[in-house]
């Protein structure tokens, strides 16, 4: 079984995570595609996110779109609302498949910041990492990251993506009523209507609708 796991705070989930992981998911044979979203990602703690529930609402709806994309709560919110780590989550991971072929999969800004990581080095032995190229982030000098060799051969960059959409972008487009056509997979859109979600006050939702989780 060969396993990727997908994190991101996916606020909202969009085109570029689906590109992604469709890239991905054909040019490795991976039979899974686990789309987790993040309880408090480390590098943006501090920052206001929409609730998770909403988060894996939308998840669920973008997975829906092919068979080997599921939704996991592997990176669901840590008691406390304490950080979640990349590195404790693939040790789940492998527990979890003891004898699966693991991989990680990333766009080049968040591979970037490697170093930045908790236990970079235990994250490139615990999984074999797909980088997906994003403008703005080159690919082709990887000697900042100061990996060895061994590391550098479980790395596997894919150039061939160049999509500028970002979750950011995205937000500030729906504040501002602006068009988001072709940008969200269409069910994601419809959620985000239905909800009010990313409206120029959404920074005041604080409920959750019970029927959310589960819906698709
Ligand atoms: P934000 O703008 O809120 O920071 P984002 O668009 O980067 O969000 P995340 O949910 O943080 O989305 O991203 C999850 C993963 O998907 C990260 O590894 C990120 O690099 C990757 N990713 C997101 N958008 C793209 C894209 N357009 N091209 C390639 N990779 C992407």
Known sequence: MRIALFGGTFDPPHRGHLGAAILAAQAFHLDKVLFAPVGVQPLKEGRSTTPFAHRLAMVRLTCAVDTRFE????????PGGAPNYTVDTLAALRQ???SATLFCLVGADSFLSLPHWKEPHRLLALAEWIVISRPGSPLNDLTTLKLTPEELRRVHCIETMQDDVSATGLRRRLAAGEDTSGLLPPAV????RRHGLYRAASGS???YPAEAAGER
Request: glycine letters at 0%; aromatic letters at 12%; zero cysteines.
């Open 71 to 78: 939704p996991s709560m592997i990176d669901s919110p840590r």
């Open 96 to 98: 979890q498949f003891p």
């Open 189 to 192: 859109a419809t959620y985000i």
């Open 205 to 207: 939702i604080t409920e």
